[in-house]
C-alpha cells in the first residue's frame, strides 16, 4: 500500500512543515493529517459504536500548533478557530484534560494556524490534540508515556491515539485498536470539495454497510478494499461525487478519506500527481502532499 504528501503552490505550508519544531521562550509543532486507504466498518456493537478496519497513513499537510508556557495557571486560545467555539476545540479540551490529570499548575497559551480543512475525514482536529498532548509532554516535564497520553487521547476522539502513536497503522475496533505498519511511499493528490460533512451523520445513516468482513491479514496489496462511508457521503453531498467522480477520471483507484469531504489518489511522482489536479475544473481546494513514515513528534513521548 503507498501513500505521501504536499498541499498545490497556491494552498502550501512551509517547506517541511509536518517536521516543524522550535522550542524556546514557546514550542511550534506540526499536526499532520491523515488519510484513509481504506475504511471498512465491520459491525456495530450494542453500545452503539461502530468497529471498523481501517489503514491510516500520515501526510505532511500539517496545522502548525504553537504554544507559550504561562505561571497563571490558564489554558488560553490565543485567535480564533473559523466555525470551531473555544469549548468544542480538541486543542484545548486536551490541554485542559492532561492538565487535570497530571496536576499541572503551569497554563498554557495555544495559538493554531488551520491548513487542514476541516470536516474533510483528514483528522484534523484528532491530530490537534495529540500535538498539544504531545507537546505539553515535553513543555511541562512530564514524562508520559506514549500509551498513557494515548489512553487520555483516547476521551477526546478515536483517531488522537492514532496521531499520538508515532507512524502508520492498521485501526481496527473503534479505531484504536493500532497495529503500526510500514509501506512504500508516494504522492497523493487531495480535493476538497465545497462540504462540510459531519462524522456523526454519516455512521448514523440507515443505509451504511456495516458488514464488511475483517482482512485475515495485515498485509494488504496496492489498491486494496475500499471506503464503506463513501456511498453515504456522495449520495448526500453532490459536490463530493462530483470530486470522486473527476478524480477517478484521472486515477481509477481514487477514493474518499474518512467520512468525506475530500477524496484522494496516490501516484508514483509529484508531477503526476500536480498534473492530476491541474486538469480538474471543479470548484474545491487542491494539495499535493506526499506520506510520512513517522510523525514529526514521535520523539515527545516513550
Avoid at 489554558?75 to 485542559?96: Q, T, Y
Avoid at 498532548?133 to 515535553?138: E, G, I, K, P, T
Wanted: hydrophobic share 45%.
Amino acid at each position: 500500500m503507498s501513500a505521501k504528501g504536499r498541499p498545490e503552490r497556491e494552498h502550501a505550508p512551509p517547506r517541511d512543515a509536518a517536521n516543524e519544531v522550535s522550542v524556546g521562550a514557546h514550542i511550534t509543532v506540526a499536526a499532520p493529517a491523515k488519510v484513509n486507504l481504506f475504511l471498512h466498518v465491520t459491525g456495530r456493537r450494542g453500545d452503539g459504536y461502530h468497529e471498523i478496519e481501517s489503514l491510516f497513513a500520515l501526510v505532511d499537510l500539517a496545522d502548525s500548533i504553537s504554544l507559550t508556557p504561562r505561571a497563571d495557571g490558564v489554558i488560553e486560545r490565543e485567535g480564533d478557530v473559523a466555525g470551531v467555539p473555544e469549548d468544542a476545540d480538541l486543542a484545548m479540551r486536551a490541554a485542559r484534560a492532561l492538565k487535570d490529570a497530571a496536576g499541572v499548575p503551569s497554563g498554557v497559551t495555544i495559538s493554531v494556524q488551520k491548513r487542514i480543512p476541516m470536516g474533510a475525514g483528514l483528522g484534523g482536529g484528532s491530530s490537534d490534540a495529540a500535538s498539544v498532548l504531545l507537546a505539553l509532554n515535553r513543555l511541562w516535564k512530564l514524562d508520559w508515556t506514549r500509551t498513557r497520553l494515548a489512553t487520555l487521547g483516547r476521551t477526546l476522539g478515536a483517531d488522537v491515539p492514532f496521531f499520538i502513536g508515532g507512524g502508520n497503522a492498521l485501526a481496527r475496533g473503534t479505531g484504536d485498536a493500532l497495529t503500526p505498519v510500514t509501506m512504500p511511499g508516494s504522492w497523493i493528490a487531495l480535493v476538497q470539495p465545497r462540504a462540510h460533512v459531519r462524522t456523526a451523520d454519516v455512521f448514523a445513516a440507515p443505509d451504511l454497510t456495516r458488514d464488511t468482513p475483517s482482512a485475515k491479514i495485515d498485509v494488504f496489496s496496492e489498491g486494496y478494499g475500499h471506503n464503506d462511508l463513501a456511498g453515504v457521503t456522495v449520495a448526500r453531498f453532490p459536490p463530493v461525487a462530483d470530486a470522486l467522480a473527476a478524480l477517478r477520471s484521472r486515477a481509477t483507484q481514487a477514493r474518499m478519506t474518512g467520512s468525506g469531504a475530500c477524496v484522494f489518489a496516490a501516484f508514483a511522482t509529484e508531477r503526476e500527481a500536480q498534473d492530476a489536479l491541474s486538469a480538474l475544473t471543479l470548484p474545491a481546494e487542491k494539495f499535493v502532499t506526499r506520506t510520512l513514515t513517522r510523525h514529526p513528534l514521535a520523539g515527545f513521548a516513550r
